[in-house]
């Protein structure tokens, strides 16, 4: 069973940066994804980046390339965010599993409790 565990999370002014970190626990399964989520008030959960802890391999939401960057270190990974914008207010989650559809909510397994991200 897999524990994730967010920080990092806070406000910040439009244009400034935060570091989101998850740190995993009784993680030992080299061929899951990590990710990130996030929600905002009245909208779905939507991926904002996901990482293949085995293959290296990235993928980012179109609203989000070029701003936020996903690392992996050990147990623990890393949402560079960096450009915020107001509509990148939302509650974020780390998330775990071996998803078919990797930007795809419904096909991870672990999450996080989520930290808050405000942006104005």
């Known amino acids: 069973h897999v524990q994730l565990v967010e920080s990092g999370g806070g406000s910040v002014q439009v244009g400034g940066s935060l570091r989101l970190s998850c740190s995993a626990a009784?993680?030992?399964?080299?061929?899951?994804?990590m990710g990130w989520f996030r929600q905002a008030p009245g909208k779905e959960r939507e991926a904002v980046a996901v990482?293949?802890?085995?293959?290296?391999n990235r993928v980012y939401a179109d609203s989000v390339k070029g701003r936020f960057t996903i690392s992996q270190y050990g147990a623990r990974n890393t949402l560079q965010m960096n450009s915020l914008k107001p509509e990148d207010t939302a509650r974020y989650y780390c998330?775990?599993?071996?998803?078919?559809?990797?930007?795809?909510?419904?096909?991870?397994?672990?999450w996080g409790q989520g930290t808050q991200v405000t942006v104005s």
């Open positions: 998330a775990a599993g071996r998803p078919g559809n990797k930007m795809a909510a419904s096909e991870y397994t672990f």
């Open positions: 009784g993680y030992s399964d080299a061929s899951y994804w």
């Open positions: 990482l293949g802890t085995r293959s290296g």
